[in-house]
């Protein structure tokens, strides 16, 4: 695990939140219907020509649909894995002050400073980031 994996992180969350999304859409979206007609005669003594409608789904689009829904949940599971790896790592780290560093600015996103501040008590930014610099020089 380095500072780039978990620099990455949120943006990892924001692209499974909107690929989500988009699966959503897709769902709701509804399916290509074709209809088209057919001349022929009922059953009955008289034998008229009538229109008969037929109505259904275009295999073609669904497949395509069906494949695209399919490489987006691919594409989420994956996402969701690396997501797991961040958290499993984090739970890994024995320091307490470390855990917390990591959780304030690269899972929630707040600024060094504040980061600083809810871990040491201080703003002083420096000590936040060198403490996560150093231990990971360490590992």
């Known amino acids: 695990m380095t500072i780039k994996d978990l620099e990455q992180y949120r943006q990892l969350q924001n692209e499974v939140k909107r690929i989500t999304q988009r699966l959503e859409i897709l769902q709701s979206k509804p399916q290509n219907i074709v209809s ?3 001349r022929g005669s009922s059953h009955d003594i ?3 020509e009538c229109i008969f409608t037929i109505t259904g789904l275009d295999q073609r689009s669904k497949i395509k649909y069906d494949k ?3 490489v987006l949940r691919e594409r989420a599971t994956r996402l969701q894995d690396k997501l797991i790896i961040i958290e499993e790592f984090i739970s890994t780290v ?3 002050d470390i855990r917390r560093i990591i959780d304030y600015r690269y899972i ?3 600024s060094w400073a504040t980061t600083s501040r ?3 008590g201080y703003p002083n930014e420096a000590r936040a ?3 996560v610099t150093r231990y990971f ?3």
């Open 68 to 70: 695209l829904k399919e």
């Open 108 to 110: 929630q996103g707040f």
């Open 137 to 139: 020089a360490e590992i």
């Open 118 to 120: 809810r871990v040491y």
């Open 94 to 96: 024995p320091r307490s």
């Open 36 to 38: 088209d007609s057919v």
């Open 46 to 48: 008289t034998a008229r």
């Open 129 to 131: 980031r060198m403490a």
